[in-house]
């Protein structure tokens, strides 16, 4: 088999996990129609931990499931991309470069929303109605939004995607890798910032070979966002503002100054890596690969429809 055929197969087997997931979703969502029937028929068991945190836990661990199984089924030694190997210390300088990155997307994506409002296309945001009130409910918050996904999701998107296309060519598993990871998660909001923090995260893993840096990079942008919705739940609204400002300008000075140690060190390069296509015959197999455009066309229609819905739902008064 050819570099650019064997590129083509392992392109349309990561994408056609990627739309396996949905049918992980679709059991995942059993449950939740088992409540609601039950709910209908007068047995009340719906609450925060069976509307939210039992999907949001039962979800990456389906889809890391799946993305091992992937993995054996193409015959990828899963020890080659699920690598986990002691920290060294230039984890330091991409964790910078990281939160410094979430930063600025966190104002882009703020600022594009606001510019749509403007315009008049406004995109309300449903997650938000999930936030904790209790003392367990934040404990279980933090379990599924800042643990299990950094891990199970840089499995399935980095290690299934980035790791299995890495030699054949690296930026082009980057690249992937970070659409993959962007597209699934089908909000508008989410897309744009996903990809760059994805790119991010791609690269890190295929320049160290370590699956253990991009899961901690992943949990520390988590662990901050859970960190500051249990101050908007809790704290004074100075306080959060205060916090979250300076937290802000920390994460931006600190990635300022890891970005020019990292050029200086000449890090942001990948010519080290081994590869056996070239970008335009990479790029050739990535479009030959049906289920690249068969995910994309799923999940663009998918990201449409979910904004319709919550657009339709603010607009007849539905509860989020």
Known sequence: MTPQSLMKRRVNTSFLMMLLTLAVQSVVSIPIVVFTVLSMLGIEVSSYYTEFVLVQLLYP???CVLALFVLRLISIPRSSVVTI??????????????????????????????????IGISIPDAFSSYDPQTLPQAICYFVVL??????????????????VLKHLHPWTAVLLSSYAFAMM???????????VLGVVLGFVYVK???????????????????????????????????????????????????????IVKKRFTLKEIPHSLSVADSARAVVKAPCFWIFSGVYAGL?????????LQESQGIPL
């Open 303 to 311: 990201t449409l429809s979910n904004s319709a819905l919550l657009l």
């Open 146 to 163: 800042a643990i299990l996904p950094p891990v199970c999701e840089e499995i399935l998107c980095r290690a299934s995607v980035a790791g």
């Open 208 to 262: 160290t070979g370590n699956l253990l840096y991009p899961i901690l990079l992943h949990f520390a942008n988590n662990a901050v966002a859970c960190l500051m919705t249990y101050l908007s739940v809790w704290g004074e609204e100075w306080v959060t503002n205060a916090v979250g400002y300076g937290a802000d300008l920390l994460f931006l000075l600190f990635g300022v100054a890891s970005a020019i140690w990292l």
């Open 61 to 63: 661990l389906g889809t």
């Open 85 to 118: 190997k002691p920290l060294r210390w230039d984890f330091i300088p991409w964790l910078g470069l990281f939160l410094g990155v979430t930063v600025v997307m966190n104002y882009t994506v703020t600022f594009l929303m606001e510019l749509l409002e403007w």
């Open 185 to 195: 998660h089908a909000t508008v909001q989410q897309i744009p910032f996903a990809f």
